[in-house]
């Protein structure tokens, strides 16, 4: 079946620090590739989205490229900021009703 | 737009009695999930309406947890009788379309459930 790996937390960074969070994954087909963030006391919002391989999302200074050769969908951001503190998560959807897959999150904690 | 509503925020039970949880999704969404998120874990998909069918209960434990969508708005989810392990936040989430890539969830803010 269909699985999500991440990194595990908890990641801790000061301000303006670059930041990398692995995610890979295992499909039988073509997934799509997400990352959700959740911020403290908030729900889950989409933060960005590829379709295909090679396609990069980018939302809010964060970026990830979908590389189907090695199965990943790395998060970056250049310079985090106190407020990018939060659990994100890599997810993956497939299927014909996009049965979405979810990592097991990782926190980031950002120190001023 | 108002987001996906969620109630009650917390509750705490004891093993073997019920709990319902209650969903309001945004206007318009035809899409509504149930997610069970477990401490340290990501979130798991329990069940998918589409309108007020079911899509997808593959993982759903049927024998003590139901769910129901009538009028293909609201939707409610139960558990009787729970059990220690059923301890998580249930997630409800909804999408316009059968979630996608052009049509992504929005999720409430979940209710934290613990069992006793």
């Known amino acids: 079946g269909n699985s999500v790996t991440q990194m595990e937390g908890p990641v801790t960074l000061s301000e303006e620090a670059f930041l990398t969070i692995n995610c890979t994954y295992t499909a039988t087909g073509y997934p799509s590739l997400f990352w959700y963030v959740q911020y403290p006391g908030e729900g889950l919002q989409l933060l960005l989205k590829?379709?295909?391989?090679?396609d990069k999302g980018s939302n809010k200074g964060f970026e990830a490229t979908y590389r189907k050769e090695t199965t990943s969908f790395h998060l970056e951001k250049g310079s985090v900021q106190v407020s990018d503190s939060a659990v994100y998560f890599c997810a993956l959807s497939e299927g014909s009703n996009y049965k979405l897959t979810f990592g097991k999150g990782t926190l980031l904690t950002v120190n001023p | 737009e108002a987001g996906v509503a969620q109630s009650p925020r917390y509750k705490i039970i004891e093993k073997r009695q019920s709990v319902a949880f209650w969903c309001n999704p945004i206007?318009?969404?035809?899409?509504l999930y149930w997610y069970q998120q477990i401490l340290g874990q990501g979130p798991k998909l329990l069940i998918q309406f589409q309108n007020n069918g079911v899509v997808d209960d593959s993982q759903l434990p049927k024998d003590r947890f139901s769910a129901e969508r009538l009028k293909g708005v609201d939707s409610t989810l139960k558990i009787q009788p729970a059990k220690l392990e059923d301890s998580a936040v249930y997630l409800c989430?909804?999408?316009?379309?059968?979630?996608?890539?052009?049509?992504?969830?929005?999720f409430g803010n979940g209710t934290r459930l613990t069992v006793t």
């Open positions: 989430a909804s999408s316009l379309d059968p979630g996608g890539f052009n049509s992504p969830l929005h």
């Open positions: 590829a379709t295909k391989a090679d």
């Open positions: 206007s318009g969404h035809a899409t």
